[in-house]
């Protein structure tokens, strides 16, 4: 067990650019979040999957946000047509998802800055 | 909708000593879970202590103990012996149970606290 992990790091873009992020899970975590953390702030939820299936959706996430987790494994975010304001830690974060084992694990985020 | 409400956004305390850290909520929902993580100077959220709403008995893990007062949704954070290392932020965050229908929201998480463990 190698915990989450998120890929890249840290990631520098001009505005108007897109940028994808990847996470992956811990294994068998069959529920996956994401968040988005600005400075100073507790971090906010975007979405959610249940294996594959997008279940949730929060209003932050504009049509400008998409998520995907395709086969149930590892989740992209992808920002499009970026904007300063998406300038932010996104979060990712997974869960065995069994009633009582609701407990989050995090990864350590990718930090991104919009120019 | 759940909010959670962290009063203090600041603390200071001497190594060895005992601070407590508060957190109320809100919701409407009787069956949930409420946490606290930890997230040192840029590195990764670390889960602190998670405690069921249905449960009356307060979580402890080790120096870390929370005092859950669910008719006054509180549920503050009491770290003894307090070391070095616990300096960072500290978030109080509430998730309803995704079981009881309606499904998950993620984390709702408080603006944070941040903790000073000072030598």
């Known amino acids: 067990d190698t915990g989450v992990s998120q890929d890249p790091r840290h990631k520098i873009t001009k505005r108007g650019q897109n940028v994808t992020f990847r996470c992956d899970p811990i294994?068998?975590?069959?529920?996956l979040y994401w968040y988005r953390q600005t400075l100073g702030q507790g971090p906010e939820f975007l979405t959610y999957f249940q294996n594959e299936a997008q279940l949730e959706k929060s209003r932050l996430l504009s049509d400008r946000f998409s998520a995907e987790r395709p086969k149930g494994s590892f989740s992209t975010l992808e920002i499009q047509r970026t904007e300063q304001g998406d300038s932010a830690m996104y979060l990712c974060a997974s869960s065995l998802g069994t009633g009582a084992q609701e407990t989050q694990y995090f990864g350590p985020g990718t930090r991104l800055l919009v120019l | 909708a759940q909010t959670v409400t962290q009063s203090q956004p600041e603390m200071s305390v001497q190594e060895a000593e005992t601070v407590t850290l508060s957190c109320t909520y809100d919701?409407?929902?009787?069956?949930?879970?409420l946490f606290w993580y930890k997230q040192p100077p840029s590195r990764q959220m670390i889960l602190v202590i998670r405690?069921?709403?249905?449960?009356?008995q307060n979580a402890t893990e080790n120096r870390f103990s929370v005092n859950f007062q669910k008719a006054a949704k509180s549920f503050s954070l009491k770290i003894s012996d307090s070391q070095l290392g616990d300096t960072a932020m500290y978030f109080c965050?509430?998730?309803?149970?995704?079981?009881?229908?309606?499904?998950?929201?993620?984390?709702?998480f408080g603006k944070g606290t941040h903790l000073i463990i000072q030598p």
């Open positions: 919701t409407s929902e009787s069956n949930y879970y």
């Open positions: 294994s068998e975590h069959n529920r």
């Open positions: 405690q069921e709403a249905y449960k009356q």
């Open positions: 965050a509430f998730m309803k149970d995704p079981t009881s229908g309606g499904g998950a929201d993620g984390l709702t």
